[in-house]
């Protein structure tokens, strides 16, 4: 079975999905309950329902939840990096400087929905919404 089908698996409305497909539906910007729909409407403004299937999201707060997740994982992938080149690289330290602050940033842009997603798909699937 292709890894999309597995995201698109139709679900009825009294059945549950387990929290990996969740949370992996919410990565890929998804409704976690139908996986088609929408999760976002902008960059990172979640939907108030899913167009299909009407699963409501409009009350789930994310609030710093996909900015610890992004800032830990970005961290680990650009500090491991760096550790990694920069003693062995001839460059001039404002190429670093550049080079590394652009990769932070770019990094952080392209995970943090991914990571809003994951934390919107596991607040609902948990029914940890707040007041």
Do not use: N
């Not at 992996?24 to 902008?42: K, M, N, V």
């Not at 990571?115 to 607040?123: D, E, Q, R, T, Y």
Request: charged content about 15%; proline content about 6%; aromatic content about 8%.
């Amino acid at each position: 079975m292709r890894l999309g089908a597995i995201f698109m698996t139709r679900i009825t409305p009294a059945e549950d999905i387990g929290p990996w497909l969740a949370a992996a539906r919410g990565a890929a910007g998804r409704c976690p309950h139908c996986g088609e729909g929408r999760l976002f409407r902008a960059y990172l403004k979640q939907v108030e329902a899913c167009a299909l299937c009407g699963e409501r999201y409009g009350h789930i707060r994310a609030d710093d939840g996909p900015a610890w997740l992004t800032i830990i994982v970005v961290g680990h992938i650009v500090v491991g990096l760096i550790l990694g080149i920069e003693p062995y690289t001839p460059w001039p330290s404002w190429v670093g400087i550049i080079g590394w602050s652009a990769l932070t940033i770019g990094l952080t842009l392209a995970l943090l929905p991914a990571a809003k997603g994951i934390f919107i798909s596991v607040i609902r699937r948990t029914g940890a919404v707040g007041s």
